[in-house]
């Protein structure tokens, strides 16, 4: 088994975990600065769930005894794996999730784009900002197309199901 990546994996997952049962916590506690903490773990836990995602995909190339440092994306897994004429299941489910729009996949992926996507902030006349130092920025609610801890619950443990799932049956071969 790919030790140095299954470890990276492993890890990631061990903190996205640890955000996300946070970002359950910090629902239940309310308070003005809520809406900035959830956010925030949120963002940490795709973070790790993305971490985990890239370090698993070159666990699975170097199962296989391929170079891994040129794999950053699923479609350049697939095109190493085609390139050596080999399919493997795991390779296969990642392509299958990635076409599937409702999959946990997807929305993983899509999570973490909204986190670099700009914030809107509150507008400001251009005289009060050139005059203050401090800006000011609206903090909004997160808006429907954010990921709660709910919905990112799921996808850890989906992905954490798919990978348990995916080293049983590397062993077996």
């Known amino acids: 088994m790919a030790e140095v990546y299954a470890k990276q994996t492993n ?86 999730l990635s076409e599937n729009l409702s999959s946990w996949l997807i929305k993983l992926e899509r999570g973490y784009a909204q986190c670099w996507e700009p914030e809107a902030q509150a507008s400001i006349s251009s005289r009060e900002a050139q005059t203050s130092e401090i800006q000011l920025f609206e903090v909004k609610e997160p808006s429907a197309s954010q990921l709660g801890s709910a919905e990112l619950h799921w996808i850890y443990s989906e992905f954490s199901s798919l ?7 590397m062993q077996e071969w």
């Open 11 to 96: 890890a990631a997952l061990a903190r996205a975990k640890v955000m996300i049962e946070s970002a359950e916590v910090q629902l239940s506690e309310g308070g003005w600065s809520q809406t900035i903490k959830l956010t925030a773990l949120c963002q940490a836990a795709l973070l790790q769930l993305m971490l985990a995602m890239h370090a698993y995909r070159r666990e699975l190339a170097e199962n296989s005894n391929f170079p891994t440092a040129g794999i950053n994306e699923l479609s350049d897994l697939v095109t190493l794996f085609e390139s050596q004429g080999l399919v493997t299941g795991e390779v296969s489910e990642l392509q299958i």
């Open 163 to 169: 990978i348990a799932r995916h080293r049983i049956s």
